[in-house]
């Protein structure tokens, strides 16, 4: 007796995996495609000495060629590693403190003010417990690797437990305790979190108010029904992302360099693409490194930087575009 197996048509397939597809698309572009823009960007932050602001992609790009063919690279991909440490540990985090305490992973439709409070809290708190590891990170991400040991990935890890406990590699007495860390980035770690949440809520109404109006006036076909269903999160995504580092861009200079201060760390030469550079800043917290910046290195000097992100969001957006040209080509073939 023969059994009769059922294969799903072509497109319902591709409709199956097509959400696999772009979301795994974003993570690769957001992971690892962007990662050297990430490495500029911090240690252009970090970097007090640089005559060179790197306002736009331009220079970013020239710089990143420089190095690239001083170090090789490599030198572009460090620390990626442990980025996803941090993540790991951050989510990590929160659904264990989230299933432990009454705090809320999740807001609901009918959220109250406490709900929000606790939701934030909970960010919070997440914040500082991924706060050293997320020193112990920036250090990798911007050490030379002209300098540099090459580390395991669970080196990010014990050098969080160190910089935690008080132990393992030696800084210098510039180095800033985790308490006078504490608020900087627990800032920035909410703000982040509000300015996304709000962006992304405004951009999903928005798109999705579009696609029902397009649905009702023109009609659409199945091919781009399938799209819809996928790219209005990941354009809000997008966005969200965008709107938050842009805003936050001059306050996140400031969490760097007081995270980085007294760690002995050794960066890249941003301004040549080759030789190294000591951080030896002095700053004495939160308002004494927004003020010796701004009387330094002006306003701009908040910016430095900043073509990076231009390059890691054009990149990000190309490779969105890339990806639906290919879904929908392939879904109206086969449909």
């Known amino acids: 007796m023969k059994t009769l197996i059922l294969e799903a048509p072509a ?11 772009i979301g795994l698309a974003s993570l690769f572009t957001e992971n690892v495609l ?16 640089a005559r060179n602001y790197h306002l736009t992609p331009f220079t970013i790009i020239n710089i990143m060629y420089s190095i690239n063919k001083a170090q090789g690279p490599k030198a572009l991909w460090k620390g990626m590693g442990s980025t996803f440490v941090v993540q790991g540990i951050t989510l990590g985090a929160e659904g264990i403190l989230s299933e432990f305490t009454p705090l809320p992973r999740e807001l609901s439709y009918k959220w109250s003010l406490r709900q929000i409070g606790g939701h934030l809290l909970l960010k919070g708190m997440t914040c500082v417990i991924a706060m050293p590891f997320y020193s112990a990170s920036l250090i990798e991400t911007v050490q030379s690797e002209i300098i540099r040991d090459n580390p395991g990935i669970l080196d990010c890890l014990k050098e969080g437990i160190g910089r935690a406990m008080g132990f393992g ?15 900087p ?10 300015i996304s949440s709000i962006v992304q809520k405004i951009v999903l109404v928005l798109l999705k108010k579009e696609n ?25 995504s ?16 400031v969490l760097h360099r007081l995270h980085i201060q007294g760690t002995r760390t050794i960066i890249d030469n941003t301004d040549l693409g080759y030789e190294v550079l000591p951080i030896n800043t002095q700053y ?9 910046i701004k009387c330094e290195e002006g306003i701009l000097g908040f910016y430095k930087g900043f073509g990076a992100v231009v390059v890691q969001y054009t990149l990000h957006v190309a490779l969105l575009q890339l990806t639906k040209i290919i879904y929908s080509t392939l879904l109206q073939n086969v449909s």
Not at 171 to 178: A, I, M, T, V
Not at 185 to 194: A, C, E, N, P
Not at 218 to 234: I, K, R
């Open 185 to 194: 980035t627990v800032l920035h770690g909410i703000m982040h979190y509000i």
């Open 212 to 236: 029902s109006s397009s649905l009702t006036t023109e009609g659409t076909s199945s091919v781009q029904n399938m799209l819809d269903a996928y790219f209005p999160e990941l354009i809000a």
């Open 284 to 292: 004495e917290g939160m308002r004494d490194c927004i003020n010796t």
């Open 11 to 21: 497109p319902v397939l591709l409709n199956r995996f097509a959400g696999f597809g």
């Open 34 to 49: 962007a990662h050297p823009c990430i490495v500029l960007r911090r240690q252009c932050q970090v970097n007090y000495h």
């Open 169 to 183: 590699v030696p800084h210098s007495k510039r180095l800033l305790p985790l308490l006078a860390l504490t608020f």
């Open 238 to 253: 997008f966005a969200a992302s965008l709107c938050a580092d842009v805003m936050l861009y001059p306050l996140e200079t």
